[in-house]
């Protein structure tokens, strides 16, 4: 009974192995299946028409022209960006405390050289100005009084009727009376430059800016009424860097540039402020040059700065194919079009130097060596 156990039992063993084997054997089969299917799909038996073509070229188009790569050398610029400024600006301020009585000004507004802009109130102030030509009246009658007694004086103590005493009375109440006169003279050139503080005039020729009081409000000395520049003569500000500004110097030539107003033009470096901001350590770099019409005050512009000049391989831009978004040209290599992938950079506005070839340059980054020839074919210069 026991024996017939035993035996089942290694039958059972032998079955659930045989089992296992069978499984891993068609899981194996498949396994080797798929990888061969898809080896296959991939064109692993086959030729590669392709790779073929690509080493051993096309021929050559009729009519195509072959253009060297080159290495050129070009110039480097940085811009800075800053606005324009003005050179000549200044704040009006009012000197007197005194109410408005006439404003003659409106932002933007053009003025002359000693055009009235305000009027403050100057009736206390011609009072005072009276007041000070009466008192000058007054010391002038005093003067002359003083000087009729001076000479009498003089007179009497020639002939000894009056002692000495006298006779310096009479010159000192004489020199008091002169300087009494002339006191009362300052004080009313002081009345008249404070009554000419009543009427505020344009320094100069130049645009309003701000208009800052109305008729009726109280101005005091040090208010700030009204905001002046030249349009003449502006300046356009820009921050530069640290390491760039200490290439420049006062008088150095440089480019700047005025976009709202498509302008450009050659400036020139005015001052260089020797200090740097604190925050994005810049420096203040200030150009002068000759101003457009329509610029004004605040107009954005840059500033085109010059260095090292740089090593670039070029090609025409007709030269170049593309397929979706892999860039690639034809290499003329041992008489055939030995089509080649490239990596471009920036396109240039220098033509192309090869004649009949349309279209600038483009920087080639990757791909191509100067001394290669590229093909321009005549129908050249649209995607592939």
């Known amino acids: ?23 891993w054997t068609v899981a194996a089969a498949g396994i080797a299946g798929v990888t061969w299917l898809l080896i296959a799909l991939a064109g692993f038996f086959h030729e590669k028409v392709g790779d073929r073509r690509g080493a051993e070229g096309r021929p050559i188009p009729e009519g195509a022209v072959e253009v060297e790569v080159r290495r050129i050398e070009r110039p480097r610029f940085e811009t800075a960006v800053g606005s324009v400024q003005p050179i000549r600006e200044t704040s009006v301020a009012s000197k007197l405390l005194a109410r408005v009585l006439e404003v003659n000004l409106t932002a933007g507004q053009r003025v002359k050289e000693n055009d009235i ?3 403050l109130d100057d009736s206390d102030l011609i009072a005072r100005l009276r007041q000070a030509e009466s008192s000058r009246d007054a010391a002038q009658a005093r003067l002359d009084r003083a000087s009729a007694d001076l000479q009498r004086a003089q007179s009497l103590r020639s ?62 000395p040090g208010q700030v009424i009204v905001s002046i520049y030249d349009p003449t ?40 402020v020797p200090e740097a901001a604190t925050g994005s350590r810049s420096f203040s770099v200030k150009v002068v040059g000759p101003c ?11 500033l085109i700065l010059p260095l090292d000049s740089e090593q670039l391989t070029v090609i025409p831009q007709a030269a170049v194919r593309r397929v979706g978004q892999l860039t690639m040209v034809d290499v003329a290599t041992e008489g055939h079009a030995v089509r080649r992938m490239v990596r471009l950079g920036r396109s240039l506005d220098e033509a192309s130097p090869a004649p009949g070839v349309p279209g ?23 995607d592939r």
């Open 1 to 23: 009974m026991n024996a017939r156990t035993s035996q089942n039992a290694k039958r059972l063993d032998l079955g659930r192995v045989a089992g296992t084997v069978i499984r």
């Open 159 to 220: 002939n000894g009727s009056i002692p000495q005493a006298d006779l310096d009375a009479a010159q000192a109440e004489f020199g008091s009376a002169q300087a009494d006169l002339a006191r009362n003279l300052q004080a009313i050139e002081e009345g008249k430059i404070i009554l000419d503080y009543a009427t505020i005039r344009a320094p100069f020729d130049g645009i309003v800016v701000d208009k800052r009081v109305d008729v009726g409000d109280t101005v005091t």
């Open 360 to 382: 600038g340059l483009v920087e080639v980054l990757a791909g191509l060596e100067p001394g290669d020839k590229v093909i321009v074919a005549q129908d050249a210069g649209g």
């Open 233 to 272: 003569r502006m300046q356009l500000v820009a921050s530069v860097r640290e390491s760039l500004a200490s290439r420049l110097a006062v008088g150095q030539q440089v480019t700047a540039r005025l976009d709202s107003l498509d302008h450009e033009c050659d400036a020139t470096i005015s001052e260089v």
């Open 292 to 302: 457009p019409p329509g610029i004004y005050s605040g107009i954005f512009g840059r």
């Open 117 to 119: 802009l305000v009027r």
